[in-house]
């Protein structure tokens, strides 16, 4: 599914981000940590905890709570968890698995998720077993539509690993943050005086930055394996490359159906409004509005790097 773009949103904003791929400490500039990086920049949850939970069967599936660390099972059968929220709360749905996804079964997932509910990756379902949200990948964000209970499922055949689930309402995730630092509902600080490590659980990618009206910021990102230029492609078609209207926003926000099949890269508002994807480009974005803005990085198992980001003042 593509994404439209539109650039009157950014008319009077630019933020500079350049992007580059490249080989482990070959030509990157530093590599990939820097001692001057905060310590809560290191991610190590890569493994379930003691404190991980099993899921159930669609029947019967097991409860869980905001910031719960789930264990996947490589038999979806038993990858059923049951989850309450209110309304406008946003639920978020990452993976970290054994072995990364086939483009095939992201094709397979994308092709017929809509009619065949056995091929969406991840779904999300009401009470009445309404799908409210679906994705191709593996991340999902899910706002809810009301205040209930719902069924998260996670169909990764014979892909075992670690599921995460955070919520966060309004601009909690900035003004009271909760979970493991670097999660969605507790953004990390940006370092702007060295290496901002990114995990390969990308999960624990969620950065926040806080800016005035007016200043530059100009961001660089590097990972330690490279996207190939199918991926850059795919991630143009499937999500957009570029700034995001405020109807497709809106949209995006309300879909059933969520492009996360292709690695990417978001800025979002301090509530979780998307503002701009990036694939492999560069772009100026001068903050129009003084607020924290949020960054996450999803390249899936390819997420493992660091970034740079520093602010100049008008």
Known sequence: MTSSTSNSLFDLKTIAIC?????????????????????????????????????????????IQKNQQLIINDNPFYNYFKFSGKKGDKFFIDSFLSSALTESEKNGCDYSGSSNTAKQLISIVD??????????????????PADGDYVLSMNF???????????????????????TAGSPSNPIQVNTAGNNVLSSNE???YYKVTANAGD????????????????????????????????????????????TRSPVAHIYDSNFKALYNLCDASLKYTVPTTGTYILSFNYGKQSAGYFNLTILKP
């Open 19 to 63: 992007t580059v791929f490249c080989l482990p400490l070959l030509g990157c500039g530093g590599g990939g940590s820097d001692s001057s990086s905060s310590g809560t920049n290191t991610a190590p949850i890569n493994t379930p905890s003691s404190t991980a939970i099993n899921g159930g069967s669609a029947s019967s599936p097991t409860p």
């Open 127 to 144: 009470s009445s077993n309404k799908v409210i949200r679906w994705a191709c990948g593996e991340h999902a964000i899910a706002t809810l």
């Open 157 to 179: 055949t014979s892909h075992a690993g670690t599921g995460y689930i955070a919520s966060t309402t309004g601009d909690s995730a900035i003004t009271a943050p909760t979970g």
């Open 203 to 205: 999960n624990f990618n």
């Open 216 to 259: 530059q910021l100009t961001l660089q990102v590097t990972l330690n394996q490279p996207l190939s230029s199918d991926q850059k492609a795919g991630c143009s078609y499937n999500t957009g490359n570029g700034a995001i209207s405020d109807t497709r926003a809106a949209y995006l926000a309300t879909s059933t159906y969520e492009s």
